[in-house]
């Protein structure tokens, strides 16, 4: 798994992981794997919207107990892909709108100047994307391990009052 993080917990591990359980179900997640050590969930919809809960970044989850604490284990497929898509849609946008106008203006109105300065403008209109994409993809990234840490403290909150 690529991410990783933990919390003590000192009450009773069962009730944590169905707590896990329960709330990784109502998030929309499907149960895979339950056992007195641990809970796994898939989520097989991916996200293609920052709007989306962030706890859906993750496509694969596992919820364990070790001895004194809780563990929660992601990997974070969902996020990646929507982060890669921000980073090479506008990039291939701008390639292949450059390149058809190229050949539009090859055919209709073979001026090399005119041809040269409707190429700059289209790779000109992405040229931002060349950091926000990226950037995007970090800042993608970065609200779904926010998200998975407050997952595990509501856990730990919730678990540790019963």
């Known amino acids: 798994m690529e991410y990783q993080t933990s919390r003590e917990f000192r009450g009773d591990p069962q009730a944590a992981l169905d707590c896990a359980a329960q709330m990784l179900a109502v998030t ?24 989306e809960d962030p ?14 604490e809780l563990t929660l284990e992601a990997e974070l497929d969902h996020v ?18 450059a390149i058809f106008f190229w050949v539009m203006f090859t ?3 073979p ?3 005119k041809i040269n300065l409707v190429t700059f403008v289209c790779f000109a209109s992405v040229s931002p994307w060349l950091f926000l994409g990226p950037w995007m993809s970090r800042l993608f990234v970065r609200r779904t ?14 678990a540790g009052e019963r």
């Open 111 to 113: 001026q090399p100047g």
């Open 80 to 97: 990646r892909r929507l982060g890669r898509f921000a980073t090479l849609f506008p990039i291939l946008l701008g390639a292949g709108l």
């Open 28 to 51: 929309g997640y499907e149960l895979t794997a339950k056992n007195d050590g641990f809970v796994e969930a898939l989520s097989s919809r991916a996200v293609w919207s920052s709007k």
């Open 145 to 158: 391990e926010q998200a998975l840490e407050t997952f595990l403290g509501n856990v730990v909150m919730q």
């Open 55 to 68: 706890l859906r970044g993750a496509s694969r989850l596992r919820v364990s107990h070790r001895v004194g």
């Open 107 to 109: 055919f209709i109105d």
